[in-house]
């Protein structure tokens, strides 16, 4: 849009749209989401065995039973006691069917451990029980 100046002279409005406010913003909110996001990242860390035939997590709504190198028990993130765990399962068989757990144990967890929380989730009348592990790395020789 044109504009008659008293002078006589043509001016033109400003019509250009600034982007450098708009880019410094996106750089900051990047900043932001990259210091953040590994801090998001939910779950026990526990050193999982590695095996050649991997089982990962799948999307969705999620059942993992943690088991941490000092044999404390985890489900979804939160520490439980053994004696609820069927319980909260058994909640879990009632409201969603034979959804899949996923079962994380350390490296380090003795095995009669393993199979004891598997009684556990078996009674609770859970039998999609996915054992979680990592791949097996490979060195070129």
Do not use: W
């Amino acid at each position: 849009m044109a504009f008659l100046s008293e002078k006589g002279r043509v001016e033109s409005s400003l019509a250009e749209i600034n982007v450098t406010p708009l880019v410094d913003v996106m750089l900051v909110l990047l900043i932001i989401f990259m210091i953040t996001a590994p801090m998001i990242h939910s779950g026990v860390e526990v050193n999982l065995p590695r095996t050649k035939y991997v089982k990962t997590i799948t999307k969705g709504e999620q059942f993992v039973i943690t088991i941490d190198k000092y044999n404390n028990l985890f489900f979804k993130s939160r520490p439980i006691d053994v004696r609820h765990l069927e319980i909260e399962l058994e909640n879990i068989k009632k409201k969603y069917g034979n959804m899949p757990v996923y079962l994380k144990a350390d490296g380090d967890v003795k095995f009669s451990v393993v199979v004891k929380v598997m009684d556990i989730i078996r009674e609770a009348g859970i039998t999609n029980i996915q054992i979680v592990t990592k791949p097996v790395i490979y060195r070129k020789k």
